[in-house]
């Protein structure tokens, strides 16, 4: 019997995927429109990239990972058709998802995962419902970020975490149509009884911010960890990213994510003051 490729292991007469390569954007803006979509001010603003700038970001993914650019459920439906699938996910459900994202998503064959807050639908400057609905009607997948985006959700109560899952997933299901099972963790701030909530709330796969390849589970969930693009990474930091072996971004982002996670614990509310002091002023 042949060895499964690279990121795929064997469990009894099945193939099962242990890794995914998932890159981690937000908001596609035109230059001086960092308002234009997603949330507004400085501190949301570095989470953005220029129209252009996410173009040559995909064009360096396509150079290295074209054949492995992939979605969630064809991942978890044909595992061996991929080794090392490259996912790609769009957080908070800015209305550039629908104005530019998606085109250039599908100029290039792609589909990616847009994760929408709840309780901002059919608001300045987020998706409509129309717009969620057409998006899915275009292959895109589309999942929950939350209904309110806490600032801190690993910090909320169960009876909390359960009520941002089920309202922002029921709200979606509703437009769609159809049960909505995927979603996301807002703000970086992820632990495990935020899954095993994500969980009891009827999610079946959780992306977090943790820069890792590895699949893992929590309560039934399937939980994948994404590795983050910001305003000003060059567009060969994708690519790099997307590597399917070892690579110096992905070890960076992680040496960085966990000292950020330690600051966290110990700072509290302190370290979102400070984070968004800092990243008002920083031009990446």
């Known amino acids: 019997m042949a060895n499964p490729a690279p990121g795929v292991e064997k469990e009894g007469s099945a193939e099962k ?52 650019v992939s979605t969630i459920h064809e991942t978890l439906a044909a595992p061996s058709r991929h080794r090392i699938p490259v996912l790609l996910t769009f957080d908070d459900g800015g209305v550039s998802a629908a104005t530019y994202t998606a085109d250039l998503l599908e100029r290039l064959g792609w589909r990616g995962h847009f994760f929408v807050t709840g309780n901002l639908i059919d608001t300045p400057g987020f998706l409509s419902v129309q ?18 985006h806490p600032s801190r959700m690993s910090s909320c109560s169960w009876e909390t975490l359960v009520d941002e899952w089920t309202r922002s997933a029921g709200r979606l299901s509703d437009i769609l149509g159809e049960k909505v099972e995927v979603a996301s963790v807002p703000g970086g701030y992820y632990a495990r009884k935020v899954a095993r909530a994500a969980a009891a709330s009827g999610i079946r796969i959780l992306f977090t ?51 950020k996670k330690a600051v966290k614990l110990v700072g509290g509310t302190h370290y979102l003051k400070l984070r968004d002091r800092i990243l008002g002023r920083k031009t990446l």
């Open 17 to 68: 995927i242990v890794r995914a390569v998932t890159l981690l954007y937000h908001d596609a803006v035109l230059p001086g429109g960092l308002d234009e979509s997603g949330f507004p001010g400085q501190g949301a603003g570095v989470y953005k990239l220029d129209v252009e700038d996410l173009e040559r970001h995909f064009e360096q993914v396509r150079r290295v990972a074209h054949e492995r």
């Open 131 to 148: 717009q969620i609905r057409d998006l899915h009607s275009r292959g895109h997948i589309i999942g929950s970020h939350s209904w309110t």
């Open 209 to 259: 911010s943790e820069p890792v390849k590895r699949i893992g589970e929590v309560a039934g969930c399937k939980v994948l960890g994404r590795y983050s693009l910001l305003r000003g990474m060059r567009p060969e930091v994708s690519a790099a990213l997307s590597t399917a072996g070892p690579a110096t971004q992905q070890l960076g982002q992680y040496v960085m994510w966990n000292a």
